[in-house]
């Protein structure tokens, strides 16, 4: 599909796209706008939807952001467009992070526009997967959209993956010791029937591994009644770490773009995918994620496997 002018459809396309964009506890924490003149989108920090416990630096808040860029990128290349971004553009707008100009391709668009059908089709999966291995070449190709973002995606081996799986472990037993901490995540919980546009809807979260061996984050915390029964996870976790080289406001959009990427690729591949954060949200636990042969910033883990789809989570309009 190809189209030159900026009207209410294509509008709605680009907007679309960027709010199904990954968000940390479905808060949505972003504002668009457009200038006509430029033809370019605007994407802004939302400040009321943070979590001062979980993100106090708003680092995941920019990865959120991060992804709702590409997903931007992703819309506009499949309209024809080639979406020129810049990052962090007026030092004197800090909630301004980024502007899409869409520019037309002086050959065909960008080849990101192939995976907009998977936009769509993304949701997070907290299910069991059946432990099947993914491929090599589908991983290969994970760690090949994270390094076309400027981001790093490593693939751990057996050791390495039970370690980042403890650590993970650990950040959930401080999570449910501090009231505070287990009410801020409670508080972007939704009941049923409730019509809201943020959050995630007590429908779907999934149950917890009664092996342990998927230190899934458990939203409702000491409130047993509100959660599934235990059931048995894969046996043989995969997950792969996304890092960066630095640890700075842009290489948090770099890696959110990256996180995107990444999930996009593996939706068009049948491949399901959920997000640990958990372990990142603790400063220690965080630097102990690393890679010890060389310096990097972990940004989050990524669950990875064959299994059931995801749910839905509700989205607002942009």
């Not at 009410?183 to 972007?188: I, L």
């Not at 995630?200 to 029964?229: C, E, H, K, M, N």
Request: proline share 9%.
């Amino acid at each position: 599909m190809s189209t030159r002018a900026i009207d209410a459809t294509v509008l709605e396309t680009l907007m679309a796209a960027a709010v199904a964009a990954p968000s940390i506890h479905n808060t949505q924490p972003w504002r668009f706008g457009m200038r006509a003149a430029t033809r370019s989108v605007e994407v802004r920090l939302d400040d009321r939807r943070v979590l001062p416990l979980a993100d106090p630096e708003r680092r995941a808040q920019h990865l959120s952001v991060g992804a709702a860029v590409f997903n931007l990128r992703v819309a506009a290349a499949h309209l024809g467009w080639d979406p020129v971004v810049r990052l962090l553009p007026e030092p004197a707008q800090p909630d301004l992070v980024a502007t899409v100009q869409l520019t037309t391709p002086a050959g065909e668009p960008p080849q990101i526009g192939r995976l907009y059908p998977a936009v769509e089709r993304r949701h997070t999966s907290r299910l069991p997967f059946t432990g099947r291995p993914v491929p090599e070449p589908v991983v290969a190709d994970m760690i090949a959209a994270a390094q076309a973002e400027g981001a790093r995606l490593h693939s751990p081996d057996y050791a390495t993956t039970r370690r980042l799986l403890l650590l993970t472990a650990a950040a959930e037993e401080r999570h449910h010791s501090s009231p505070a901490h287990t009410a801020e995540s409670r508080a972007w919980i939704t009941a049923p029937g409730t019509d809201l546009p943020y959050g995630i809807p007590l429908t779907a979260l999934g149950p917890q591994d009664a092996s342990g061996r998927v230190p899934l984050r458990d939203f409702t915390g000491p409130l047993p009644v509100l959660r599934r029964p235990d059931v048995r996870f894969e046996r043989h976790v995969q997950v792969a770490l996304l890092w960066t080289s630095h640890d700075r406001r842009e290489d948090w959009l770099r890696a959110g773009q990256a996180l995107e990427h990444i999930l996009l690729t593996a939706t068009e591949q049948q491949v399901r995918t959920s997000i640990l954060h958990e372990a990142m949200e603790w400063p220690d636990l965080r630097e102990a994620t690393g890679l010890a042969h060389r310096r990097c910033s972990p940004q989050l883990l990524i669950r990875y496997g064959y299994g059931p789809e995801g749910a839905r989570v509700p989205r607002a309009s942009a």
